[in-house]
């Protein structure tokens, strides 16, 4: 679907008008139109009316924030999905954008594996939008494109994406976004001594891949990078604590949602050129009962050394993320942040309408992130995170356990990778957002791409 910037809405046969005031619109509007729209303009919010040669629709923007107006664009888009083109006019640039926004999300669909494809497809190409500049609708597109990839990722079965597919996948977008893309095989991932990822691969045949993205232009603001780190479990099984309860495996061709959400977040500022250095990486593989996996008991040493007592094989997530904090370390970055459908607790705690933050960060930039989320309406919760948490991971045999006790599993979780960092450090849990069963506005079905606007917004405003 292609974005154009008009100077007027024209002679389009499907129109959308958004306005605060009516009587800003009776010079665009037929007086047939106008008198209609003036029977109910201050208790709808979003009105239609058929001519013979014309569907227009008019948004009441009054005392509406951005979301509402995105939820407008998914309701505007079911009606208009099959049209060949539609205008857009709005009296205000970032509620007309709010509303394109909804309206383009809306129009994500993940048809590959159906036989008649073509018959599904949205048949919408053009949007042409008035009061918005073609730079700011090219930003917009951007940020959906990338947003769809990490949606692709995230929907993509494994038999598709593995560990190996999947750094391919990211490789091929570096490509298309001038930026660096590389991927270490098994042997440099042995060579390195990555513990957790290689215990976690044991029981697969597919072998483990770390990929690095560095995406570093010349007018880069910060002086040292910012480190976003993704968990890329392809498919979780649990390993041999195999996940015991009915539906419980079904989704976990999501649990790289983390993966794709880095990955995503740094080839849209690739594509709208975001003046901030960020480095990328990405620790892969799928976690099944087979071959040699590794088994509650197991004592793991990991990159940075740190002996790890394996307690349950299904907090495998932690263990590969483990190892790609404990290697960003290197880089000595300004900021460590990582992103992960990690644990059961953060859906229990707060359900899928918002991610879990934590860490040890500056408040300065905590609120940072929660207001980047609340413009984006892809929103954080920051929890609490104080060390007394850190005495649910003493181990008996070793340096730690990788499970905490029962309660507040998504901060022991957060607490066993905060050990890896030796800079300022986020933690990021999406279990909850990342993937939704039933259809959700212009979130869809299936992956949502949950942290990519999020994280886009954070590093733009950084």
Request: aromatic share 8%; proline share 3%; charged share 25%.
């Amino acid at each position: 679907m292609k974005l154009q910037a008009k100077k007027n809405i024209g002679t389009a046969t499907n129109k959308v008008f958004i306005a605060s005031k009516l009587t800003d619109l009776k010079t665009d509007l037929s007086k047939e139109c106008f008198d209609y729209f003036s029977k109910s303009w201050k208790d709808e919010a979003l009105q239609f009316i058929k001519t013979p040669n014309t569907t227009v629709y008019v948004i009441n923007s009054n005392k509406k924030n951005a979301e509402a107006l995105r939820k407008l664009g998914n309701k505007v888009h079911a009606a208009l999905k099959n049209e060949k083109e539609i205008s857009i006019s709005g009296d205000a640039k970032q509620d007309t954008l709010a509303f394109v926004e909804g309206f383009m999300l809306s129009n994500y669909q993940f048809l590959k594996y159906f036989t008649d494809k073509k018959k599904r497809e949205n048949k919408l190409k053009t949007i042409s939008v008035v009061g918005v500049s073609q730079e700011d609708l090219k930003e917009l597109e951007n940020l959906v494109t990338a947003v769809f990839w990490a949606r692709d990722m995230v929907n993509e079965p494994v038999s598709y994406l593995d560990s190996v597919v999947l750094a391919k996948e990211i490789v091929a977008k570096g490509k298309v976004a001038d930026y660096s893309v590389k991927v270490l095989d098994k042997k440099a991932i042995e060579k390195l001594k990555m513990g957790g990822l290689l215990a976690v691969n044991q029981g697969s045949v597919t072998p483990p891949t770390f990929t690095i993205i560095e995406y570093k232009p010349k007018n880069a603001k910060n002086k040292k990078p910012i480190t976003l780190i993704g968990k890329g479990i392809v498919y979780d099984t649990g390993g041999l604590s195999l996940k015991p309860t009915a539906h419980s495996m079904d989704l976990m061709k999501s649990d790289m949602g983390g993966a794709a959400a880095m990955a995503g977040t740094i080839h849209a500022i690739a594509l709208n050129k975001i003046p901030v250095h960020v480095i990328g990486l990405i620790p892969s593989t799928d976690n099944r009962p087979g071959k040699n996996a590794y088994a509650p008991g197991d004592v793991v040493t990991m990159l940075d050394g740190t002996t790890i007592e394996v307690l349950n094989t299904d907090a495998e997530g932690r263990m590969v993320l483990a190892d790609a904090l404990a290697y960003a370390n290197q880089y000595e970055p300004e900021l460590m942040i990582d992103a992960a459908t990690l644990t059961g607790a953060a859906v229990r705690a707060l359900g899928s309408k918002t991610a879990i933050c934590m860490g040890n960060a500056k408040d300065t930039v905590f609120n940072k992130l929660e207001k980047a989320g609340n413009e984006m309406h892809d929103r954080v919760v920051r929890f609490p995170f104080w060390d007394e948490w850190k005495e649910d991971l003493k181990s008996d045999i070793a340096d730690m356990k990788n499970l905490g006790g029962a309660s507040a599993g998504m901060i022991t979780a957060g607490k066993f990778l905060e050990h890896f960092t030796k800079h300022p450090y986020i933690h990021i849990d999406i279990a909850g957002p990342a993937f939704l069963e039933a259809a959700e506005d212009y979130k869809g079905k299936g992956g949502t791409g949950a942290g990519v606007r999020l994280l886009y917004q954070f590093l733009k405003n950084y």
